[in-house]
């Protein structure tokens, strides 16, 4: 059975360029064999839930922490810094018990 990977990249600031660069980091998992999610890109897509609005974006956070019961690794990629969302779910990874890589794909 593969590896299933949270992906932790930062979301907010710069939102275009984040996005750019989660999905970068998406591939880089999936390329390393692994079974990725970037809750961050799933749940803020148009019509999903909104990033804007604090209690959506609670519900997202809540969300993506349920996937740490089966997360078998969290992969933190920080080649543009670690964000409050990030150092969450850091946390949130600790808290479970989910072994963490810190990753850098570029550069």
Do not use: F
């Amino acid at each position: 059975m593969r590896r299933r990977v949270i992906i932790e990249s930062p979301y907010a600031g710069d939102v275009e360029a984040n996005i750019a660069y989660a999905r970068e980091c998406l591939r880089d998992s999936l390329l390393r064999g692994e079974v990725p999610i970037a809750s961050h890109l799933l749940y803020t897509q148009d019509g999903v839930l909104d990033d804007n609005i604090p209690s959506e974006r609670e519900r997202g956070i809540d969300a993506g922490t349920e996937w740490y019961m089966v997360a078998d690794l969290c992969a933190v990629y920080s080649d543009l810094g670690i964000s409050t969302g990030m150092q969450r779910g850091i946390d949130r990874a600790r808290d479970w018990n989910v072994p963490i890589k810190y990753r850098k794909i570029r550069g």
